[in-house]
């Protein structure tokens, strides 16, 4: 069973940055793709992004489109989201997620490993 790591989490300022990180146990491969997933007190889980794991195709909820970015390092078999621009509403626990296949990458009951969560709180 795959097993995957988060890092990075924390408090910081409103418009301030913070970088995630997530090891992945084994090297993903074939059609992998991997996603970071939040989820805000008395709030459903939402997806933030997700990459795929073979050639790096990236895609962003609305709400941290172009304040966000997902990249994989693919010798070190980690994924990182680093967020700029944070806001209040981006107070969550962030957990990242991994599926073997490339469909249906915004639902999260399809993903098949997750990590444990970190928390990230931004202060007004």
């Known amino acids: 069973q795959v097993q995957l790591v988060e890092s990075g989490g924390g408090l910081v300022q409103t418009g301030g940055s913070l970088t995630l990180s997530c090891e992945v146990s084994r090297r993903p491969f074939g059609d992998w793709a991997m996603a970071w997933f939040r989820q805000a007190p008395g709030k459903e889980r939402e997806i933030v992004a997700a990459i795929t794991w073979d050639v790096g195709v990236t895609s962003y909820a609305a709400p941290v489109k172009g304040r966000f970015t997902m990249s994989r390092d693919i010798a070190k078999n980690t994924v990182f989201l680093q967020m700029s621009g944070l806001k209040p509403e981006d107070t969550a626990v962030y957990y990242c997620?991994?599926?073997?296949?490339?469909?249906?990458?915004?639902?999260?009951?399809?993903?098949?490993?997750w990590g444990q969560g970190t928390q990230v709180t931004v202060s007004s």
């Open positions: 997620a991994a599926k073997y296949t490339q469909h249906d990458l915004q639902n999260g009951a399809s993903y098949d490993a």
